[in-house]
């Protein structure tokens, strides 16, 4: 079922009982599954655009790629070179740039933006207004609270050595990222660790442990009773 004002590029292939909203633009190639729901005002597959300053590339992309059973909510933006997986949810007005992997059964919350070369796993759960940077890994499920915000560049655009050391954050499986914090370039946020709200992570958070603070320290242990194989 489709609404009003479906613009469908050339190339487009739909799964079956794929419920689309109004007024949805599908770019050229696009892949959907079936029993996906693409809401009002979405578009899928879009080609990127640079800044002429812009270390990224742009290249051919391959057509954007959407499991079954996911859904797409009003507004969002999904690009070319992507593959989102199966019974993902991806919130209103979220934004997923071009060649990130979104594994199956993660959300994406409402407003999120997630920028090219993301890698995100499986069962994720990325809460409203998120900003997760070019080159960030999050391993299967990780929690991301609300307003968490990831980093790529120490030197925020200027001199040539930052692209020797330009990268974002890899958050390994289990991990928990509080509200309001902020991850610097390059940090790595262990296996079923947990880091507090509002937290400034300058350096590596060990598997395990509980971190607090400007900038984050070691608290204590996770309790046994919080780690995936018990919860």
């Avoid at 391959?62 to 949810?89: D, N």
Wanted: glycine share 12%.
């Amino acid at each position: 079922m489709s609404g009003e004002n479906l613009v469908m590029g050339d190339g487009v292939e739909l799964g079956e009982d794929v419920d689309i909203g109004a007024n949805v633009v599908i770019h050229d190639g696009t892949v959907i599954g079936d029993n996906c729901m693409i809401q009002d005002n979405v578009v899928l597959g879009k080609q990127p655009r640079v800044g002429a300053k812009s270390t990224s590339k742009v290249t051919s992309l391959e057509p954007l790629r959407i499991g079954a059973g996911t859904t797409i909510c009003t507004g969002s933006v999904v690009y070319a070179g992507t593959t989102i997986g199966e019974k993902v949810i991806v919130g209103d007005l979220a934004s997923i740039r071009e060649n990130c992997r979104v594994g199956d059964q993660t959300v994406v919350g409402r407003g999120t933006c997630v920028e090219n070369e993301v890698l995100i796993g499986a069962r994720c759960s990325i809460q409203s207004n998120v900003y997760i940077t070019r080159s960030c890994v999050l391993e299967d499920d990780v929690f991301l609270a609300p307003c968490v915000s990831t980093t790529n560049d120490n030197y925020m655009g200027r001199t040539e050595k930052r692209h020797a050391e330009f990268g974002g954050a890899t958050i390994r499986r289990g991990a928990r990222v509080g509200g309001g914090v902020i991850l610097l370039p390059g940090v790595e946020v262990g296996a079923e660790a947990f880091v507090a709200a509002g937290a400034l992570v300058t350096k590596d958070v060990p598997a395990a442990k509980m971190v607090a603070g400007l900038p984050a320290r070691i608290w204590r242990d996770v309790p046994e009773d919080e780690l995936l194989e018990n919860a």
